[in-house]
Structure formats: C-alpha cells, structure tokens
C-alpha cells in the first residue's frame, strides 16, 4: 500500500493519549462486507452493508474498490452517471483514476490522493483508469465514501477538490507503532490540533491508518461524532474488550472520548499490518430519502432529480 509512507515515524508528530476521565468506545457491532461488482464491472467490497442508516448518519455507503491486480485489458471504471444531494469522496491507495464531468472539471488521482466531489444540485460524471493502465494492467485500490449534504446544501452548485498526497497531515501513535493519515477533520495531537486538508460541509473526521504488528492506536475522537472503522487489510481488535477485526470488516462504536485499535502480532505476507479506515461525523437527524444515485430528504425530491436527470438539466456529456 504506497498511499503515503515514512520511513521514520518517530518524525511526526503524536497522537494526543486518552486523559483522566476520557472513556473509551465501545464495540456496538462488527459485520462483513459483501462482495459485488461497481460500473463496468471492477469488483468492490460493500463496508457498511448491513448497518442501520440511523447509525451511520451522516455518511451513507462506502465502497473498497479492490484490491485486484488487473492483467493488460482488464482494467475498468464507470460510464457517465448522475449524483445530487451528497458528496462522494475517492480515496486512491494503489493505482490511478481518471475523472471527468459534464461541469467542465476533470483530473487525476493517485497513491494517496483524495478527490472529493460534492454533487450537490446535480452532476454527470465519469471515474475511468487511464489508457496506459488499460493496456498494461496493475495494482488498483482505493475506497468511495458517500456523505449526506444537509438539507440546506443538497442544491448548492457542484465543486471539486482534488486533495494530493503530500497535503494530508500526518502523525504517529506515541510509541510510533502507527501511522496515522488525516484526510479531513481534526485529530488532537500532543501539540496542538492536527488537520486534514477536506472541506466538508458537515462537520466529520476521515483517517487512513497503518498499524504495525503487535502496536495499539488511541486515537480520540470528538465526542459528538459516530464512529466506524473499516479493516482494509490485515488483521487486528477494536475496542479496549479487543473485538477481533479482519479485512473487509467494520466495526460500529459507541460514544466517548477515544476509540482503540491494535494489530494482532503475526499479519499474514501479503499485508504486513493492519491497514483501517476510520471515519466518524456529527449525525445530520434529517430525513432521508435515497434511491440510486440520488440522496435528498422525500420521495417527490428524489423524483424531481430523475426527472431533471432526464431532462438535461444535469449538464451535457462532453463530445468525445
């Protein structure tokens, strides 16, 4: 996994260590994603499959898509399709994604970079591997996170950030046993707040970290927010009862101040250590009506974006 790696964590900066009074998280629920196919047909791991939307809020799905060596020729994305009324955020670990919309953006992402798209009042869009990695196959991996808009920003006009690997803040657990990539939100560290480079609009955390064999991350957490944790590799426990956690796995804790991590001692050759997405926000408590690719408050919203979807009022495919 390149995403962003140091050699040397005893560089950066720690992750503050639970105080005097702080409680730790518990585990409410640990399920296993199921298996499917995104797009043209590259495979993706369902995270959140199978938790209720109520303790997801605000977030509403998430995807790992791969990890899968692609042989020459099989590399795939997705055609042209719509989104309103939430942001989707595309985190690339190995590979490389193209993307293009009817708004005029386009770009590319790649190890470690984010591109967070709010769809907001509507949007076409296109996520495709480049040519080059088409005809020569390789490593793609990388997870979608879906995030609810509030009701007061489900119109606001579509924008981009394509957030590089070098801008994501960085720490360490306070013995260096973990690395820990802050891609928005805020973590508090020894010295101070650290912060990911995302502008959300609902206030949330989203964290990519590495823990080494047989090490432990405190990581604390605004009391406020839900909290999720997705093993995208490796094997380890959640919890400070140590609920046993492996990949394609997530873990759905209660409240309090800090939520623990640690990898089992022995990772299997492949992935070398625990490898976990933790992500956590302030619930927006609105009603949800969603359907496809369209994430509004009532059924007659929804219907309202099929119908400008099929309209045009989403914009135009460009030509070519």
């Known amino acids: 996994m390149p995403a962003v790696t140091v050699e040397d964590l005893s560089v950066l900066r720690r992750i503050k260590s639970p105080g005097l009074g702080d409680q730790p998280r518990p585990v409410w629920q640990v399920s296993t994603a199921p298996s499917g196919f995104e797009g043209e047909g590259f495979p993706v791991r369902r995270a959140f499959a199978g938790i209720d939307l109520s303790l997801l809020d605000p977030f509403i799905m998430m995807d790992q898509m791969g990890e899968v060596d692609y042989a020459p020729g099989e590399p795939k994305g997705t055609p042209w399709h719509p989104h309103r009324g939430f942001e989707t955020v595309t985190y690339i670990i190995d590979g ?6 009817s708004h005029g953006g386009g770009g590319t992402i790649t190890n470690g970079d984010t591109q967070w798209m709010t769809a907001g009042s509507g949007i076409l869009h296109i996520e495709a591997p480049p040519e080059w990695l088409v005809q020569k196959g390789g490593l793609f991996h990388g997870i979608q996170l879906w995030v609810n808009l509030p009701r007061d920003a489900k119109l606001n006009d579509p924008r981009y950030q394509d957030i590089r690997a070098g801008e994501v803040a960085l720490a360490t657990s306070p013995d260096a046993g973990a ?30 970290a590495t823990v080494e064999p047989g090490a432990q991350l405190e990581l ?52 070398p250590a625990l490898d976990v997405i933790v992500v956590g926000g302030k619930p927006i408590r609105e009603p949800l009506a969603w359907a496809g690719p369209f994430v509004m408050n009532t059924k007659s919203e929804v219907m309202q974006a099929y119908e400008d979807f099929q309209k045009g009022r989403f914009g135009h495919i460009p030509a070519g």
């Open 96 to 101: 490389q994604f193209d993307h293009q919309d």
């Open 179 to 208: 690395l820990v990539r802050v891609i928005a939100g805020e973590l508090d560290a020894q010295d101070g707040t650290l912060g990911g480079p995302g502008a959300t609009y609902t206030p949330m955390t989203l964290v990519h």
């Open 220 to 271: 604390p957490w605004p009391v406020e927010y839900n909290a999720l944790v997705y093993a995208l590799a490796g094997r380890g426990s959640v919890g400070t009862d140590k609920h046993p956690i492996a990949m394609g796995q997530a873990a759905v804790l209660g409240s309090g101040d800090f939520l623990t991590l640690a990898a089992d001692p022995k990772q299997d050759g492949r992935t």
